[in-house]
T-cell receptor, first 112, second 114 residues
Framework: GESVGLHLPTLSVQEGDNSIINCAYS??????FIWYKQESGKGPQFIID?????DKRQGQRVTVLLNKTVKHLSLQIAATQPGDSAVYFC???????????FGTGTQLKVEL | EPEVTQTPSHQVTQMGQEVILRCVPI?????FYWYRQILGQKVEFLVS????????KSEIFDDQFSVERPDGSNFTLKIRSTKLEDSAMYFC????????????FGPGTRLLVL
């Protein structure tokens, strides 16, 4: 079935290093993806999105890469800071409407 | 920056009781959603709402659940007779509805059913 999922449940990085969080999807017709950050006890916070007509999009300290050939999505965080510690979800609209299907999430831990 | 707000932040209730979770979406948004997240699990879609009616709902959203937009600002989720397994974080989200927009989530209501 269609799914959006993540490769690794936990990622630990040193402060100042770059982080790469991965996501795989199975529906080759998917054309829009979103990354959310969820800090403990808070709601998902929109980080960045990308459409399938792009393979890269940059924001402030974040870059999303889309590889449609292997149906893979990644979120790169430059110069990771303690405030980046959170669970990161990729998500996509599914089912013909706008409802979002979330992956299981990757816990990013930033070590000082 | 406008944001989605939710009340209460925490709700404790007895099994079988009715609860109403409230949300104020971003003012110029047209699509509204409820999601839930059981502790340690991923966020799950419950229901979407547009033009004063439900546009889509999940299997979780059974007859015990209902949504309402009673006025121009509030969006509510009612659970008529709560069950233990309804304990979760409930997130409201809203979306402007243009092709380039995404959903923005509220801070959530933590519901605990005893």
């Amino acid at each position: 079935g269609e799914s959006v999922g993540l490769h690794l449940p936990t990622l630990s990085v040193q402060e100042g290093d770059n982080s790469i969080i991965n996501c795989a999807y199975s529906n080759s017709a998917s054309d829009y993806f979103i990354w959310y950050k969820q800090e403990s006890g808070k709601g998902p916070q929109f980080i960045i999105d990308i459409r399938s007509n792009m393979d890269k999009r940059q924001g402030q300290r974040v870059t999303v890469l889309l590889n449609k050939t292997v149906k893979h999505l990644s979120l790169q965080i430059a110069a990771t800071q303690p405030g980046d510690s959170a669970v990161y979800f990729c998500a996509e609209p599914s089912g013909g409407g706008n409802k979002l299907t979330f992956g299981t999430g990757t816990q990013l831990k930033v070590e000082l | 920056e406008p944001e989605v707000t939710q009340t209460p932040s925490h709700q404790v209730t007895q099994m079988g009781q009715e609860v109403i979770l409230r949300c104020v979406p971003i003012s110029n948004h047209l699509y509204f959603y409820w999601y839930r997240q059981i502790l340690g699990q991923k966020v799950e879609f419950l229901v979407s709402f547009y033009n004063n009616e439900i546009s889509e709902k999940s299997e979780i959203f059974d007859d015990q659940f209902s949504v309402e937009r009673p006025d121009g600002s509030n969006f509510t989720l009612k659970i008529r007779s709560t069950k233990l397994e309804d304990s979760a974080m409930y997130f409201c989200a809203s979306e402007r509805g243009t092709s380039s927009d995404s959903q923005y989530f509220g801070p959530g209501t933590r519901l605990l059913v005893l």
